[in-house]
């Protein structure tokens, strides 16, 4: 297949693309850049030994998104191009709306015209809100969000949707990630944000590397067992496989469905900490500080629909999680 990937350069779309090219698949990667490096095409290049298409393209440009489609024979596409920081989208929520909202829909303006109907979207369990209680399941109403980031991905979805009811030939499949961690094996792909990293990890990451001095734990009064935040951490390279396993329900499937991707367990802030510490023998400065506006207490996935009906699982450990985290941020 020749699958489209927008934001594909960045964190979890260059995972996806090492997956979709070792799979045998074209990938045609569309990016701004506004989050990522160009570098990371030439990485993708030395693990899967040939490069994928790249066009450094704002996916709100429909002129030149539909040349991309003209020059590709394009089958699917994944779509992973948004801005993802809570905390900045509280503080600058028409950029947000603009990119998150706008890229979908000249995606999906342009896919019509050039008849693709095949597409996998980078939703969230942000979706699910702080109403519902965890674990959480496809079918808990997923309309509400605690930051216009979310908000975003709960409008998109809700798009999508209509879109599907208006066109009953094609499929969406809304992927709800948890919270993915990690690197590829390589240690040549990870999660390198611009910027101080807003994540847990890549935040961890440069600690250890001694870029930044020490972690802010955000709270350790909450009614979790140690006080602090629990979250569903998946390894970004299972989460990459689960796009290759949406794609395929794609092919033969119409209308929209939405799957969780996580681990189904909770793992604390302390915990993470501990076990970075222990799984690369690293001893992480930190500190406890306040709780961050917005964070929920706990939640983590209900895996079950994803394994049922995609026949996907999260097989890394957290131990592989921290190392290949580790060996990326030191190497890099
Ligand atoms: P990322 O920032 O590393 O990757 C996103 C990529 O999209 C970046 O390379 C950026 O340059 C690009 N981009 C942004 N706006 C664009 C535009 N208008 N046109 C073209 N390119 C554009 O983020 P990520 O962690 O890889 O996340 C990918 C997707 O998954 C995002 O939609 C994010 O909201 C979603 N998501 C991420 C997480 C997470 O914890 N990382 C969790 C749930 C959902
Ligand atoms: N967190 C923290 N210090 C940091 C970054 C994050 O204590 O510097 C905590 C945060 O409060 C949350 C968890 O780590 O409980 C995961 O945060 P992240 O931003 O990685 O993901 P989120 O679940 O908010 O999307």
Known sequence: MNVLVTGGSGYIGSHTVVELMTAGHEAIIVDDLSNSKECVVSRIASICGRKPSFYRINCTDAGKLARVFVENDIDAVIHFAGYKAVG??????????????????TLLEVMEAYGCKKLVFSSSATVYGPENPHPYREDMPAIQSASPYGWTKVMIERILTDYCTSKPDFCAVLLRYFNPIGSHTSGLLGDDPNGIPNNLMPYIARVAAGQLEKLTIFGNDYRTPDGTCQRDYLHVVDLAVGHLKALEYAQDHEGVEAFNLGTGKGISVLELVK?????????????????????????????SKAKNILGWEAKLSVEDMCRSAWSFASSS
């Open 88 to 105: 900045e989208s509280v503080t600058t929520p028409l950029a947000y709306y603009r990119n998150n909202i706008d890229s979908t829909l």
């Open 275 to 303: 076990a970075f510490e222990t799984a690369n023998s690293i001893s992480l400065p930190y500190v406890i500080g306040p709780r961050r506006a917005g964070d929920l207490p706990a939640f983590w996935a209900d895996a």
